[in-house]
């Protein structure tokens, strides 16, 4: 397991808590779906492991897109195997924000990398590397956590 994976492995935890009372969570099993409290539901879609909340789309297999719980205006992405230009249904209380900052995650911090990203149609388009994960705030706000400046000297 890489550091990004354990330290968002963490992270995720926080939004889909894994213990001894994840059952009050749970509300029922019907037709090979798990349905949540607050509107989330887990399945195979399409071959897919999916987790959403009606049209928001968190999970599709190892690609992560989930609100941070810690920070009320952050979504961490991640992607175990890495894609192009997927384009990612914002929260419902996110269809105001046009434009996003992202930060990549690493174990010493969050690094600024792309200011100003445009969102479309309350729809953000994202490429990440193998195994990378990023943290997406509104343009001109700050992650939760760490944040580490680059030296381009």
């Known amino acids: 397991m890489s550091n990004v994976q354990l330290l968002l492995g963490l992270r995720v935890q926080l939004v889909f808590p894994v213990s001894l009372e994840a059952e009050d969570f749970r509300l029922k099993f019907e037709n090979e ?67 996003f900052d992202l930060y990549k995650i690493t174990m010493e911090g969050c690094i600024p990398f792309n200011r100003h990203v445009q969102a479309s149609d309350a729809k953000l388009v994202l490429s990440l590397e193998k195994d990378e994960a990023i943290s997406i705030v509104p343009a001109g706000k700050m992650p939760a956590g760490v944040i580490r400046q680059l030296n381009l000297q």
């Open 33 to 99: 779906a798990l349905f949540y409290s607050d509107g989330f539901l887990a399945r195979t879609e399409d071959g897919k492991r999916i987790i959403r909340k009606g049209d928001f789309l968190l999970r599709e297999n190892d690609n992560l897109f989930v609100p941070a719980l810690w920070n009320k205006k952050e979504i961490i992405a991640y992607s175990r195997s890495g894609y192009e230009s997927r384009s990612w249904q914002l929260p419902e209380d996110w269809h105001d924000v046009k434009s």
